[in-house]
């Protein structure tokens, strides 16, 4: 990266991120020719594509990491800027883009973010399937993410957060109506099920363990952590919800756990950056420290 000139880098991040080599020109006060110039100089030092000529455009393998290394430079300044800002009595602000999977913004990890005492910080999160967001980490689209991935995204480090159990539930009146009072390998494939979306497969996950087969069943789309449980509660169908969603409901007997011994865990990790940056410390110290209370260790 030695050979990259910091316009070079800016230019590749505002590219990717206008998705059109005239969007990249508004935003840099420049030339959608002087663009193109900065992005063939960066490929021919790398002697790789760096960049998809589509509409938008689309980072190559190489791209995503000459990307991620702009953004981190980008960080880096910011903070300096952010540091320099407040040290002035002024403003300022540095955007750390995280990518989490619904079930844990859903249930601990706002409680994370809100931990982090560092004035001018916001937080853009884009929410993502646990096994998908390391693709946003790789893509150099996010400094962080908590995934079910263990292995280290490249220019990354990975740790053990914990582990989400999932229990198989549904309410008391689809019980009854439904699977005739019990849950069968046979009766619960021809029954309605509830997915988070069209990537979730937990509910696929816990049926093939379940009845030795694919689950082959009508389902629900339900695309948000509480309308989901709720969707549930409601009798709408079976799923699997993590403790915090389902734990004290089954306690008043207002959902089933209808096979207690096959929940389901989710071991989660906390990937980010090895960049040295006390902004990525901090929040993963914030993000550790709530994990450790509401996941089950070791």
Known sequence: MSNFRTEHLETLVALVE????????????????????RIKAMERS??????QRSNPVEPTAAGDIALRYGRQMRLLEDEAARALALEEGEGGAVTVPLAINADSLGTWFMEALAGVDSPGVVFEV???DQEHTTSLLRAGKVMAAVTSNAEAVQGCRSEMLGTMTYH?????GFLEKQLGGKATPENLGKVTVVDFDR???TQNRFFRDFAGRPLRAARHYIPTTADYARAILLGMGWGL????????????GQLVEFAPKQAIQMPLYWQRWTLESPLLEELTDAVKAVAAVEMHQG
């Open 18 to 37: 206008g998705g059109t080599f005239e969007a990249a020109a508004r935003r840099l006060s420049v030339t959608p020719s002087a663009i193109s110039q």
């Open 46 to 51: 790398t002697g790789q594509v760096l960049v």
């Open 126 to 128: 884009l929410r993502e």
């Open 168 to 172: 198989p539930v549904c309410s008391p």
């Open 199 to 201: 990537k979730d497969q």
């Open 241 to 252: 919800l993590p403790d915090r969603q389902c734990l004290e409901e089954i306690r008043r």
